[in-house]
């Protein structure tokens, strides 16, 4: 079935600490990649995304995703991580047929860092 | 300035019932969601607007029924609730269908059925 899956569902880093959390999907064609972050009480907002081009992708806030073609991921790392950036993180490809803006979100990733 | 509002942030009601979530969105878009986000934290999209049309509707049950007077809107009306209908529901909008539109959500609602 297609799908996407985030593997990690709970992450706890101290500050400064490197963060890599993985997606993975199983959609064919040309996906469109987004990861959108829901902070404690806020809503959730686009981080970053992925089209086309440079596989490395920056966002907002010092993070960055991956694109690996071959393996299907689009991997999110930041490489110090603050207590500001605890929150829970969603992987969300948009893959074809083109014309749907439509997502499939992973089951998310809550990450909380010690100050 | 809230750009994409639902209400009622919680919603508590009795198995049976019927029961409606609003959404407003002041950005001006074409495109309007709901998604619904289950015990697992999975989200998944119910339906999809576009200028006041519906454009996706990912197998739900007839219960739901969408309406969108108007492109601001997308309310979402749930007759004869039902336990599993209990979740968090997330209102979202965006510019137009291009897949490369990014979403705006909405604080989501709370909904328990007892």
């Known amino acids: 079935a297609q799908s996407v899956s985030q593997h990690n569902h709970h992450v706890i880093l101290s500050e400064a600490a490197s963060l890599e959390l993985g997606c993975n999907y199983s959609?064919?064609?040309?996906?469109?990649l987004f990861w959108y972050v829901q902070y404690p009480g806020q809503h959730l907002q686009l981080l970053l995304k992925?089209?086309?081009?440079?596989?490395l992708v920056k966002g907002i806030k010092g993070f960055e995703a991956e694109f690996i073609k071959s393996k299907f991921s689009f991997n999110l790392r930041k490489p110090s991580v603050q207590w500001s950036d605890t929150a829970e993180y969603f992987c969300?490809?948009?893959?074809?047929?083109?014309?749907?803006?439509?997502?499939?979100f992973g089951s998310g990733t809550k990450l909380n860092v010690k100050p | 300035d809230t750009a994409v509002s639902q209400t009622p942030k919680y919603l508590v009601t009795q198995m049976g019932n019927d029961k409606s979530i609003k959404c407003e969105q002041n950005?001006?878009?074409?495109?309007m969601y709901w998604y619904k986000q289950d015990s697992k934290k999975f989200l998944k999209i119910m339906f999809s607007?576009?200028?006041?049309?519906?454009?996706i509707n990912e197998t739900v049950p007839n219960r739901f029924s969408p309406k969108s007077p108007d492109k601001a809107h997308l309310n979402l009306h749930i007759n004869s609730l039902e336990l599993g209908d209990s979740a968090v529901y997330f209102c979202?909008?965006?510019?137009?269908?291009?897949?490369?539109?990014?979403?705006?959500f909405g604080p989501g609602t709370r909904l328990l059925v007892l």
């Open positions: 950005l001006g878009h074409d495109t």
């Open positions: 979202a909008s965006s510019q137009d269908l291009a897949r490369t539109e990014t979403q705006y």
């Open positions: 969300a490809p948009d893959p074809p047929p083109r014309g749907f803006n439509k997502f499939y």
């Open positions: 992925y089209f086309s081009g440079d596989p």
């Open positions: 959609y064919g064609g040309t996906v469109n």
């Open positions: 607007y576009n200028n006041k049309e519906l454009i």
